[in-house]
């Protein structure tokens, strides 16, 4: 998988601040142009061994949104960070993703935070590989494009330490 | 359908299923599902059995694929039932947060081929 995937990297004018998404710049509409007719093939696939009762397969997208975040956070300089009061529901839980799923295609949208000196560009197109990638991997779907934004900008002394809390 | 004898017919395939289900390191199944079983007093959750065939909602436990998960749900249910499985994925459950997710009705999903 070339590096190429059209996307976008925002970042918000006001550095550290999270920024109310005015995304859906460019027009993300054209759905990956010149990508590789990759028929994935359908149902009743009789090449592997078991053909237990098929039927069909669903993913929520809520599932695909969540698994996104969890990807994200295991990019190095991606943190978490949740903005506005606590339990208020205010305010930004980042990494925050988005998803739009049609059949075996999949966009998606992400809001991360990352640590304060890391670049922030480079942590975003790992976020958007380790994305499309691992994703792919885990839901059998194409990830078409991800957009990453860079949420907010955080330094060392602003970061909660979420310790033992990743398993790994 | 024809009378409901509590020994056989969808009560007993549900929970007969569920059991299966139960047994798998990959999935779980969770209250807030969409689809269940309801029984006198209870509710079997994620598990659906209809002439059709039987559906089966779980969370697939982080880091199961997709695949992995539809593939165990299907081969633990097989040797209880017979009909066609249809698996919705419709949560995960991560290594962050040990509590189950599942939230209210379910949003829009998306089917995922065979491969």
Do not use: C, F, N
Request: glycine share 8%; aromatic share 0%; charged share 25%.
């Amino acid at each position: 998988m070339a590096e190429d995937a059209d996307s976008t990297l925002r970042l918000p004018s006001g550095a550290t601040a999270a920024q109310p998404s005015p995304s859906r710049s460019s027009s993300p509409t054209a759905v990956a142009t010149g990508s590789t007719a990759h028929t994935e093939a359908s149902v009743g696939a009789s090449t592997d061994g078991h053909v237990l009762g098929r039927g069909r397969t669903v993913i929520a997208d809520r599932v695909l949104e969540r698994l996104a975040v969890r990807i994200a956070l295991d990019v190095p300089g991606v943190v978490r960070h949740a903005s506005g009061p606590p339990l208020s529901g205010l305010g930004d839980d980042l990494p925050a993703a988005s998803a739009e799923a049609a059949g075996e295609r999949l966009r998606l949208r992400l809001r991360v935070a990352v640590r304060w000196e890391e670049p922030a560009h480079e942590v975003a197109a790992a976020v958007r590989s380790t994305v499309r990638d691992r994703l792919g991997a885990i839901t059998g779907k194409r990830v078409d494009r991800v957009d990453v934004a860079v949420g907010a900008l955080l330094p060392s002394s602003r970061i909660t330490e979420d310790r033992g809390r990743r398993v790994r | 359908m024809t009378s409901q004898d509590p020994d056989s017919g969808p009560a007993a395939a549900a929970d007969a299923i569920a059991a299966a289900l139960d047994r798998l390191p990959s999935v779980r199944r969770h209250a807030a599902s969409a689809v269940g079983t309801h029984l006198p007093g209870r509710r079997v959750h994620g598990v659906r059995v209809h002439e059709a065939g039987i559906e089966v909602h779980v969370a697939a436990v982080w880091p199961t694929t997709v695949d992995e998960a539809a593939r165990a749900v299907r081969a633990a249910v097989a040797p209880v039932a017979t009909a066609t499985v249809d698996v919705t994925i419709d949560d995960v459950l991560l290594d962050d947060q040990p509590r189950s997710g599942g939230h209210g009705p379910e949003g829009s999903a998306t089917e995922v081929s065979h491969v």
